[in-house]
Each structure stands twice: as structure tokens, then as C-alpha cells.
């Protein structure tokens, strides 16, 4: 902890926007903090909190990182800076700014933090799996903050988008960003547990990041990551206690050339061991990432009985 005394002293010396940036990296990685919110290095950390902190966007021209700073300003970024390190909040939750497929969304502790792969895919237009003439109506499935959602509604103009979440918390959230995003009159938010308040509904296009950590690695979290809503990480022993259900379900959800993108992280040799016979389509991302499956209703028809099965032996839900 940093007294009062080199509290004033560092507020008085610091200045600069680059001041801070340095002070602060160096802060991380003394303290050892974990990454993975946005930011896989401490100077990166610190450049997205001060940024962030201060309102400012990624790509400040070069000669304004070196302004100086009101002393309001500095106090600020000091502050945010200390809970970085004594509270190990993740940034975002710090200036509640996330950004995801080139969009910028607000966040809280009632969401996890967006950083899915599947932003790639999305600004690719889930080439070249996807027809994206054909995509009037998508779901996202477990839509969280609703990135993924409002994302594809930004992606694909004029399709309808459905944000489906069982969390009132989350919705509430996913609610601001489509207000933030003028969306309201393309993005749906409804409150369900997977297609249980979806009856009759069908899509172009389902895509899913829902919760997916194993039972190991949800006990070996580090303290930034305890910070999310376990109800958006948490899947079981093997992390597909929604995925199972989500396989059985989507087919009929589907239209007749439909597609289901979910993404399974970690546990995905936990899901090719429990259907040994299904071809996922393993997708491969420019900038990194792994875990995300594609399924054509086709498909889907082909393997419903396997799918079924395996949904009924892990209990109903939906």
C-alpha cells in the first residue's frame, strides 16, 4: 500500500499522461497483477486505465500524451491506479468501458468483460460459413453485456437481433449499450433461459458465448477474474452444462439453412470427447483464440438423437 505521504509526493511529481502510463505499469508488474480484460502486458494495462480514466480513446495522437495534467486529473488516475493493485478490479470495471469488435460498450460487475474471438468473426461476417445475404434474424445466446448482439445488429444492418439472457442484471446492462448504440428498434433483449421463452422463434443465425469454465479452472481464478459473475463463467465439472443443452435445442431454433456459432474456450476436448462422432467445425482466428465451434442445421438434423441424449442424461433445462 502506498502511504499518504508518497501518495502526495507521486501526485505532485507525475504530470503527464506518459507519466502515468509509466508509474503505472511499473505498479503492475510489481505487483505481480494478471491480465486478460483487454490487455495482456502491464504498459498496455496502464495505457488502457489512464486512457480510459480520462475519457480518452485508443490512438491519442502522440504529442497529447505528453499534456500536462490538472491536479484533479492526476488525482484521478492515482486513485484508479492504487485499486488496480490493492483491489485487482480489472480495468473495465475501473472506467466501465469495454471495447468489442471495433465498438465501444459500457460495463460493470453485473457482466463479464467482452473478449471473444468471436468479434473476428463477426467483422469478417462469419465468412465463409455464413451467406450474409440471407441473415435476417440472429440470437445471441447468453448475451451478457449484449457486444455480441449489438456487434452483429452493427455487422448485418438489416437483420433483427435478439439478446437472450437469464440474468436480469445482465439485461440491464446489455440494455444501456443498445440505448448507447441507437439500436432499440433492431436488438430485443428478453430475459430466458436459453430458448425457454424463445417458443416459435427461429433464426439465421445463433451465436453463443455462454458460460463454459470447468469446475478446475473456476477454482484456480486469479483475483481479477473473481471479480466477474460466476453465473456467467461457471458450467459444471466438465464446463458444458449449457452446452449440452444448447446442442439439443438449437436445431429447432433454426431456420432450414440456419448456423450455430457457440463458443466453448477450454472445455472443447471435453466436447469432442463427449461426441466423438459429431464433425465440428473448429474455427481458426487471425488474432488469436480457440474454442469456437460452427454447426450447420444440417448437421444438427443429422446428429438431433446424439444431441438429445446426451441433454436428457444431464437433466432438463429449457
Not at 463479464?112 to 450474409?132: C, G, H, K, M, T
Not at 440471407?134 to 452493427?154: N, P
Not at 435478439?162 to 433492431?186: F, G, M, P, Q, Y
Request: include cysteine.
Amino acid at each position: 500500500m502506498i502511504s499518504k505521504e508518497d501518495e502526495a509526493e507521486t501526485i505532485e511529481v507525475l504530470e503527464t499522461l506518459a507519466d502515468y502510463i509509466r508509474w503505472g505499469a511499473s505498479r503492475f508488474n510489481e505487483a505481480g497483477l494478471t491480465y486478460g480484460h483487454g490487455s495482456d502486458n502491464a504498459v498496455d494495462e496502464a495505457l488502457f486505465l489512464v486512457l480510459g480514466g480520462l475519457s480518452l480513446r485508443p490512438g491519442l495522437a502522440p504529442e497529447l500524451v505528453h499534456g500536462r495534467l490538472t491536479m484533479a486529473e492526476r488525482r484521478k488516475l492515482f486513485e484508479l491506479i492504487r485499486r488496480r493493485v490493492e483491489e485487482r478490479i480489472p480495468v473495465p470495471y475501473l472506467t466501465h468501458e469495454a471495447w468489442f469488435a471495433g465498438l465501444d460498450f459500457y460495463v460493470d460487475e453485473r457482466v463479464l468483460v467482452p473478449r471473444s474471438p468471436i468479434a473476428e468473426l463477426i467483422q469478417d461476417r462469419f465468412s465463409p460459413w455464413v451467406d450474409e445475404e440471407c441473415v435476417e434474424s440472429i440470437l445471441d445466446l447468453c448475451t451478457g453485456s449484449g457486444c455480441i448482439a449489438i456487434a452483429c445488429a452493427d455487422t448485418f444492418p438489416m437483420a433483427r437481433v435478439d439478446a437472450v439472457d437469464c440474468s436480469a442484471d445482465a439485461l440491464a446492462v446489455a440494455k444501456i449499450n443498445i440505448e448507447r448504440h441507437r439500436l432499440e428498434d433492431r436488438v430485443v433483449p428478453i430475459q430466458s433461459d436459453l430458448f425457454a421463452n424463445l417458443a416459435g422463434k427461429r433464426y439465421d443465425l445463433i451465436v453463443s458465448n455462454p458460460p463454459y469454465v470447468d469446475a478446475e479452472d473456476m477454482a484456480a481464478r486469479t483475483p481479477e477474474f473473481r471479480h466477474e459473475p460466476e453465473l456467467g463463467l461457471a458450467a459444471g465439472e466438465d464446463g458444458l452444462d449449457l452446452v449440452v443443452h444448447i446442442l439439443a435445442q438449437a436445431e429447432a431454433h433454426l431456420t432450414e439453412c440456419g448456423t450455430l456459432v457457440v463458443e466453448v474456450g477450454n472445455s472443447e476436448a471435453a466436447l469432442v470427447e463427449r461426441y466423438p462422432e459429431v464433425p465440428f467445425i473448429w474455427l481458426e482466428f487471425e488474432r488469436g483464440g480457440q474454442g469456437v465451434f460452427l454447426l450447420h442445421a444440417e448437421t444438427l438434423r443429422e446428429y438431433r438423437d446424439v444431441f438429445l441424449r446426451e441433454a436428457g442424461s444431464a437433466g432438463s433445462r429449457g
